[in-house]
């Protein structure tokens, strides 16, 4: 429940709930202040209230308690300078004031003066629900060691296996009759992509070692 209700809606307790908030709201053009909102917020509650007691509501909706709203709010020219999203969420501070502090508890100074707007703080609790609601990962982060031993493990068998494949078959291919685009599919058949890989550099490596060979000895 708000102050309003728990007033009755008294009307010299709007009207100095009104004055604070019109303050507050002047102040806001020259920074933004979280305890200015949230006197915004609580304001802006009380018109809520009293929009939605007089179109026989218990659900701030409804065209009756739109025009209800609108109506109120209409009294205070300064409303009018704050976009319905940000009154929305101003309102929406007010009703979780109590976890929202705590959630301001937890931030730096730096974070929290930068998290003054009410849309600012509303985006920052639901990523924070959104981290606890995220189910804890079960699955286990693989140590740098542990992958190296894995991809050396990998290497090892397709050694073997090219090996066994030569000794049975004499020769994986025929380097002198062969055509290359043969002789590069079998590669790509019974090696993997980055042993591939190592192989075409040690070709290029030897082709210019024989290059730098050939023009010394010329």
């Known amino acids: 429940m708000t102050d309003a209700t728990q007033e009755g809606f008294d009307s010299e307790f709007e009207a100095a709930k009104g004055r604070e908030a019109a303050e507050a709201a002047d102040r806001l053009k020259r920074g933004q202040s979280w305890d200015d909102w949230s006197k915004i917020?609580?304001?802006?509650?009380?018109?809520?209230?009293?929009?939605?007691?007089?179109?026989?509501?218990?659900e701030p909706i409804g065209a009756r308690y739109i025009k209800a709203f609108s109506e109120w709010m209409a009294q205070y020219a300064w409303i009018g300078d704050i976009d319905k999203a940000t009154r929305t969420h101003a309102m929406w501070?007010?009703?979780?004031?109590?976890?929202?502090?705590?959630?301001?508890?937890?931030?730096?100074?730096?974070?929290?003066?930068?998290?003054?707007?009410?849309?600012?703080?509303?985006?920052?609790?639901?990523?924070?629900?959104?981290?606890?609601?995220?189910?804890?990962?079960?699955?286990?982060?693989?140590?740098?060691?542990?992958a190296l031993e894995r991809e050396l493990?990998?290497?090892?068998?397709?050694?073997?296996?090219?090996?066994?494949?030569?000794?049975?078959?004499?020769?994986?291919?025929?380097?002198?009759?062969?055509?290359?685009?043969?002789?590069?599919?079998?590669?790509?058949?019974?090696?993997?992509?980055?042993?591939?890989?190592?192989?075409?550099k040690a070709l290029q490596d030897e082709a210019a070692r024989r290059k730098s060979v050939q023009k010394q000895a010329g």
């Open 41 to 58: 917020g609580v304001f802006l509650n009380i018109g809520r209230n009293k929009a939605m007691l007089r179109a026989g509501t218990n």
């Open 93 to 146: 501070c007010v009703d979780h004031s109590d976890e929202l502090a705590k959630l301001r508890e937890n931030m730096g100074l730096t974070q929290r003066l930068a998290c003054n707007h009410p849309t600012t703080m509303r985006r920052k609790w639901d990523k924070a629900q959104k981290e606890i609601d995220k189910p804890p990962s079960t699955e286990k982060k693989e140590s740098r060691s542990a």
């Open 153 to 200: 493990e990998a290497v090892a068998v397709e050694r073997d296996k090219w090996r066994h494949k030569a000794e049975k078959d004499g020769s994986l291919f025929d380097l002198k009759n062969d055509r290359p685009k043969d002789i590069a599919a079998i590669m790509f058949q019974n090696m993997s992509l980055p042993r591939v890989r190592e192989v075409v």
